[in-house]
C-alpha cells in the first residue's frame, strides 16, 4: 500500500513525550496510534514487545520532531577511506531513553540554548529532541560498547550534541540519523565537550564524517 506523505521511523526513534499531528500507522495503514495522542513509554514497549520494528509517521510530525532537519543537516558530509564501515546498531533490542532524560530534553526546546562562545559557532543549529542509536569509539574506532538510545539535541553542518545516559568514554560516538527516504545515515561525531547537566551527560563535538 502507499502512504502518501509517510515515512518509515523505527521504533526506537519515536519520541516519548512528543504528541501527533497525524496518526502513526502500520505499513499497511491501519492506525496504531491515533492523531492527537502523546507517544508513551507503554506505547513503544508494546510495540517492541510486539516485535514491531518500525512504523510510519506524517511527514508532519517527522519534521515537527526533527528528523528532516537532522538529515538535511547530514547530507553534505562525506566518507572515508580512512574511516570504519558501519556498524550493527541492534535497533530491535535498544531500549527507550530513561523519561527524565525525555523531559531534560523537551524543557531544552522550551528554552533553546546558545552556543557557550557565539564565536565559535559559524554554522546555524537546529535545536531539536529526537532518539538516536549510538556507539562509542576509541581512537582507532574501535567499538567501547554496545549500541545505546541517546537524544541528538541540535546538529548543524559541522557539529551536534548528544544528551546521554552515559559518561563520554572515547573520542568519538557514531550517531545514526534517518534520511528523507527513511533509510538509516550514520555519521561520526569527534567529541570535543562531555558536562553532567543533572544526571545526564551533554555531549557535544565535531561531525567528522559519514559512515558508507
Known amino acids: 500500500m502507499i502512504l502518501t506523505d509517510y515515512f518509515s521511523v523505527s521504533v526506537s526513534r519515536l519520541p516519548i513525550g512528543h504528541r501527533t499531528h497525524q496518526p502513526i500507522v502500520d505499513e499497511a495503514g491501519q492506525a496504531m496510534l491515533v492523531a492527537g495522542s502523546e507517544i508513551t513509554s507503554d506505547f513503544v514497549n508494546g510495540l517492541v514487545a510486539s516485535r514491531i520494528e518500525r512504523v510510519y509517521v506524517h511527514r508532519i510530525d517527522r519534521e515537527s520532531w526533527g528528523y528532516a532537519s537532522a538529515a538535511d543537516r547530514a547530507k553534505n558530509l562525506r566518507g572515508s577511506e580512512n574511516l570504519p564501515r558501519r556498524f550493527d546498531m541492534r535497533r530491535s533490542r535498544l531500549q527507550p531513553p530513561p523519561q527524565a532524560m525525555i523531559d531534560l530534553a523537551r524543557a531544552s526546546l522550551a528554552s533553546p540554548r546558545g552556543s557557550a562562545d557565539p564565536e565559535k559557532r559559524h554554522e546555524m543549529r537546529s535545536t531539536i529532541a529526537v532518539p ?19 537524544i541528538l539535541r541540535d546538529i548543524s553542518t559541522a557539529g551536534a550534541s548528544l544528551l546521554h545516559s552515559r559518561i563520554s568514554r572515547g573520542k568519538y560516538y557514531v550517531v545514526e540519523v534517518d ?30 564524517a559519514k559512515l558508507s
Do not use: N
Open 132 to 150: 538516536v542509536p549510538v556507539i562509542p569509539l576509541s581512537d582507532r574506532h574501535v567499538a567501547l560498547d554496545v549500541p545505546t538510545i541517546a
Open 179 to 208: 534520511s528523507p527516504g527513511g533509510e538509516s545515515v550514520q555519521l561520526l561525531l569527534e567529541v570535543l565537550r562531555c558536562q553532567l547537566v543533572g544526571r545526564f551527560y551533554d555531549i557535544g563535538g565535531r561531525l567528522v
